[in-house]
């Protein structure tokens, strides 16, 4: 129990400062960056946003600093000699794995609760405050932006904006099935209830390709459900608990916007599992490669790049189609042969 309470502060000790350290770089970085490039905001203005954006990129930072935090802890136990002092104390490799697990578990848990009930919304804040302060554009306002309202219907406008419920240069598409335009509605204003997922255009036309026929009209109605779900998550801070709600409307999504969502909520859950992997895999790869003096220090350096490269794969997976939710069992794997290992008696020679 001493050594448990020992274990937890000293790591939370190297947690908390890297984690402080690195938001403060990243956050100077990006004061001077907006200096330079936003030559329309004021300092006043670019201090406001670092600031907003300093607690957000706080949390993005945490993983890594759970395996900075692993690093060192591990360091400070060979310096001190703490190893052999383990050993002599009736402590061995199991009960540092345990300990690696439960340390990153907790920050799991605190981080998932933080971060979905203030660092979500605090991130949409911050992404609506440099929309509005250094691109000059509203949030409220989405602009030029094409839709898949079915598999052969397409939906464009030039401007939507949901202060004032309304937009402009709205088109709709009927695609044949060799791809060729079947039909073309358009207007150049229209209104939005997005209570009933309702479209009124006050004054457009609908031309037939196939007849070379134009007829105008006056007060259509169109309800479009896949049109609203779309816009809506655009305006929601993106949570697990928002990803995972529109998930759960797929059957009103075309087949590309869930497969976006199945990559955001891929990438959420992978994040949260590093807080976990990245201390239990640290220990545990110093731990399997006790007996060789050098190795054992490479490779507790290797988390970090195995990581980088799930995120890359996951990325590529999703650009051709590939459900990325295949890549979450990668992190199960980690688990599971760490389990075997160290665990059970699958391997027994490693000891301190």
């Not at 690195?22 to 956050?27: E, Y």
């Not at 554009?137 to 932006?145: N, T, V, Y």
């Not at 030039?158 to 202060?163: A, K, N, T």
């Amino acid at each position: 129990m001493v050594f448990t309470r020992y274990f937890f502060a000293r790591f939370f000790k190297y947690f908390l400062s890297i984690s402080a350290l690195l938001a403060c770089i990243v956050n100077f970085i990006e004061f001077f960056e907006k200096i330079v490039h936003v030559r329309q905001a004021s300092i006043h203005t670019i201090l406001n946003f670092v600031g907003i954006n300093l607690i957000p990129s706080f949390f993005d930072l945490l993983p890594i600093a759970c395996w900075l935090a692993s690093c060192l802890l591990i360091k400070e136990f060979y310096q001190q000699n703490e190893w052999e002092s383990l050993a002599l104390l009736n402590i061995n490799n199991r009960t540092l794995l345990k300990l690696a697990f439960y340390v990153g578990l907790s920050v799991a848990c605190l981080s998932f609760v933080f971060r979905e009930v203030f660092v979500e919304r605090m991130i949409f804040s911050s992404e609506q405050f440099k929309m509005e302060n250094f691109k000059q554009k509203s949030a409220q306002k989405i602009m030029g932006r094409w839709l898949e309202i079915a598999t052969n219907i397409f939906a464009y406008f030039s401007m939507l904006d949901f202060s004032t419920n309304s937009g402009t240069d709205l088109m709709l598409l009927f695609i044949n099935p060799d791809f060729s335009i079947q039909k073309v509605l358009s207007g150049q204003t229209f209104e939005i209830k997005p209570e009933n997922n309702e479209i009124i255009i006050r004054s457009g036309a609908s031309f037939d390709v196939d007849s070379n026929l134009q007829e105008k009209f006056l007060n259509k109605h169109l309800t479009l459900p896949t049109f609203f779900s779309q816009i809506k998550i655009n305006f929601e801070p993106a949570t697990l608990f928002n990803l995972l709600k529109n998930f759960a409307n797929k059957r009103i999504l075309p087949p590309a916007v869930q497969r976006s969502l199945q990559h955001q909520i891929t990438n959420k859950l992978a994040f949260y599992l590093k807080f976990i992997l990245y201390p239990l895999l640290t220990f545990a790869l110093f731990i399997f490669f006790w007996h060789a003096p050098i190795l054992k220090w490479v490779a507790i350096f290797a988390p970090y790049p195995l990581f980088v490269g799930y995120s890359i794969l996951s990325d590529f997976m999703f650009s051709v189609g590939i459900n990325p939710w295949l890549l979450l069992i990668f992190y199960f794997l980690i688990l599971l042969v760490t389990y075997l290992i160290f665990f059970t008696n699958f391997i027994q020679k490693w000891k301190f």
